[in-house]
């Protein structure tokens, strides 16, 4: 089964990683990566900027460069960036902006509609919420209004679930990533989300898992193969990614 890994990070120490909420990852370059997912079929993916690197672009660049072209990055970036360093950026592979609402090290909120239409209206990209589905039922217009939205780790939290899936049936996308780091019945919260809309989970290995009570595990796209038919399976693990970041 061919994978796209739409959520993993990559931290190298050669570029500035800030201790966040009093945590500070381990190393975890691009080979580690590899070594970790040989096994894995994996075909492409999305790099992810961790709140611990804040506006950084130096080792998602070189990240990008040595994963080659199948792999793309997700972003953080201030308000006041300029086009011509979002123009740059797109050329260089990478394809949406995040919103580390969660632990912070982003933009927040209160520039997310100006932010994430600018993006879209300029190169494209969509923008992506790490945010626990609970707030966003104080937010779901602002999000309803938005060109392209996704949302990271199942949404966290089980009180969260019927607001994502609110959103998810005006179009939001959802990753089916951090299985160990949610506070939800993950097995429930799949099949709820793809009953909405097929085309919405997209899975990911969420290495090297910085943070989460358990660590990515083969045993999570396992549990995607035996809830799922072949066509969903396959649409969950690869297609549904690679189309949001691919076109």
């Known amino acids: 089964m061919r994978i796209f890994d739409s959520h993993f990070h990559i931290i190298d120490f050669d570029f500035p990683v800030i201790e966040n909420q009093g945590y500070l990852p381990s190393n975890y370059v691009v080979e580690d990566y590899q070594n970790e997912t040989v096994n894995l079929n994996i075909l492409g993916g999305a790099i992810v900027s961790g709140s611990f690197q804040g506006f950084d672009q130096g080792y998602l660049l070189k ?18 960036v300029t086009d011509e360093e979002i123009i740059k950026l797109n050329e260089n592979g990478v394809k949406a902006l995040r919103f580390n609402i969660k632990r912070g090290g982003s933009e927040g ?3 997310l509609a100006y932010f994430a239409r600018r993006v879209h209206e300029l190169v494209g990209w969509h923008s992506e919420l790490y945010i626990d589905a609970k707030e966003l039922a104080k937010i779901s ?11 990271d780790h199942l949404g966290l939290s089980e009180e969260g679930l019927p607001h994502l899936l609110k959103l998810v049936d005006k179009g939001v996308r959802v990753k089916a990533t951090g299985f160990g780091r949610v506070e939800l019945n993950v097995e429930n919260a799949l099949k709820a989300i793809n009953d909405v809309n097929p085309n919405a989970l997209m899975f990911g290995t969420d290495l090297p898992s910085t943070r989460a009570k358990r660590p990515f595990d083969v045993l999570d796209i396992k549990l995607i193969q035996q809830l799922f038919d072949e066509q969903a399976t396959n649409k969950i693990l690869y297609k549904n990614a690679h189309q949001w970041y691919f076109g």
Do not use: E
């Open 141 to 151: 217009s602002t999000i309803g209004s938005l060109p392209a939205i996704s949302v």
């Open 63 to 80: 990240a990008l460069s040595k994963m080659g072209s199948t792999y793309c990055g997700v972003t953080q970036l201030p308000f006041t």
């Open 109 to 111: 909120l209160s520039k």
